[in-house]
């Protein structure tokens, strides 16, 4: 038994919500306008799996592709596609794979940071306590972030199909139109 106040237990339900985040998860939107960017210096649309994920996981929910790119894991070139997406109306959300490691050419982190309004530290925190059971200490190599940059929220999980599958599932997937909604509040 541990003396944690909470389980750390991946697989345990969370309690219960509370009234006034159902509340808002019911007047949250149905469907959210999002934009999905693969950052590698290898993939193609034919073979980026983990772009095809992200894309499934929001369609299959009812959310709104509006765009999909592939760019190298290049700082300049991941901040003039975010920028362009975040200057557009109709783009709510962006969901990225690839770049958040600790490798020489991984940038990602460090551009939306810079862009970030305001960062959803848990997510990356709860992205990394939910994969340690997975992948155990090397959990600690991810560097994934979310935050808000102009009323648009980002999402970026590493690059890896099980990362994206892990995090679409548990965590952006259920909370996107929340987030959303909050941001717009």
Known sequence: M??????????RQPAANSASTEQHREEAPASVAVAVLTISDTRTPDDDRSGQLIKQQLTWRGHDL???AIVKDDATEIETILHAWIGREDIRAIVTNGGTGIARRDTTYEVVARMLEKELTGFGELFRMLSYPEIGAAAMLSRAIA??????AIFCLPGSSNAVKLGMEKLIAPELAHVVYEMTK
């Open 2 to 11: 541990s003396d944690l106040p909470f389980s750390l237990d991946p697989h």
């Open 66 to 68: 509006r765009d999909y």
């Open 147 to 152: 935050g808000v940059a102009s009323h648009t």
